[in-house]
């Protein structure tokens, strides 16, 4: 796992497949994400090493119940106290209660499914709150859930207004280019949650796969998703 710095407050853990981030206020830490379930002690590990504590992490936000994103989560919130966000659509997945929903594959998409499916399933894990579109949660000076649907009907993003850094989860990827994420259960759906987070217009984007883009972005988030 690598640890990079986004902002000063903010570092990117990044995975084989995937990666999480990590937002500091004062000693206060959040998650979004929290890489597959064998991430755990690594991502342990990556907020020693940034001098941190993991027992300050408060709060584990999932931006959608996939086993690259939610894997982890349980582990880490029973070792460290967090508690663990997810909207009410992906939440029964997050607890598996439900299957992952299907995406509707292109055929470009096959072989980067199946190599994600390499991945060990999510454990059952379980979901204190489920944060709905509009809600405000105590991080990052209030961060704006943004329910995203259409990667999975429950996606959500995270909006911090004050410091313009946008988590898009796979609402949108940036793999190379901004692009719309991949694997999606609904694909207009998907298209119309795009355009709304590129209305966002943030200074920084996070996203589920691919580099953090730090220079230009509202401006390649809205070109991008025309
Ligand atoms: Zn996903
Ligand atoms: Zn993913």
Redesign the pocket.
Request: proline fraction near 8%.
């Given at each position: 796992m690598d640890t990079i710095e986004v902002l000063p407050r903010l570092h990117m853990f990044r995975f084989p497949i995937?990666q999480a981030y990590l937002w500091r206020d004062g000693t206060d830490l959040t998650l979004i994400d929290a890489g597959d379930r064998q991430a755990a002690a690594a991502i342990a590990d990556g907020v020693r090493g940034l001098g941190l504590d993991p027992a300050a992490i408060r709060r584990i936000v999932l931006t959608h119940g996939?086993r690259?994103?939610c894997g982890a989560a349980q582990e880490l919130a029973d070792a460290y106290g967090a508690q663990i966000l997810a909207h009410a659509l992906d939440a029964p997945v997050v607890r598996g209660d439900e299957p992952v929903p299907e995406p509707v594959l292109h055929d470009w998409e096959r072989p980067l499914y199946a190599r994600?499916l390499t991945l060990p399933e999510a454990p059952p894990t379980r979901v204190d709150g489920e944060p709905a579109d509009g809600d405000e949660l105590p991080f990052g000076g209030g961060a704006r859930v943004v329910h995203s649907p259409g990667h999975t009907p429950g996606s959500i993003a995270i909006h911090l207004p004050r410091h313009k850094v946008l988590f898009t989860g796979?609402a949108v990827a940036g793999v190379g280019r901004v692009s719309l994420g991949v694997f999606n259960t609904d694909q207009a759906q998907a298209m119309a949650s795009f355009r709304r987070l590129a209305a966002l217009g943030p200074d920084v984007a996070c996203f589920?796969?691919g580099d953090p883009l730090t220079v230009g972005t509202a401006a390649a988030l809205r070109a991008a998703s025309e």
């Amino acid at each position: 796992m690598d640890t990079i710095e986004v902002l000063p407050r903010l570092h990117m853990f990044r995975f084989p497949i995937g990666q999480a981030y990590l937002w500091r206020d004062g000693t206060d830490l959040t998650l979004i994400d929290a890489g597959d379930r064998q991430a755990a002690a690594a991502i342990a590990d990556g907020v020693r090493g940034l001098g941190l504590d993991p027992a300050a992490i408060r709060r584990i936000v999932l931006t959608h119940g996939h086993r690259d994103h939610c894997g982890a989560a349980q582990e880490l919130a029973d070792a460290y106290g967090a508690q663990i966000l997810a909207h009410a659509l992906d939440a029964p997945v997050v607890r598996g209660d439900e299957p992952v929903p299907e995406p509707v594959l292109h055929d470009w998409e096959r072989p980067l499914y199946a190599r994600g499916l390499t991945l060990p399933e999510a454990p059952p894990t379980r979901v204190d709150g489920e944060p709905a579109d509009g809600d405000e949660l105590p991080f990052g000076g209030g961060a704006r859930v943004v329910h995203s649907p259409g990667h999975t009907p429950g996606s959500i993003a995270i909006h911090l207004p004050r410091h313009k850094v946008l988590f898009t989860g796979d609402a949108v990827a940036g793999v190379g280019r901004v692009s719309l994420g991949v694997f999606n259960t609904d694909q207009a759906q998907a298209m119309a949650s795009f355009r709304r987070l590129a209305a966002l217009g943030p200074d920084v984007a996070c996203f589920g796969h691919g580099d953090p883009l730090t220079v230009g972005t509202a401006a390649a988030l809205r070109a991008a998703s025309e």
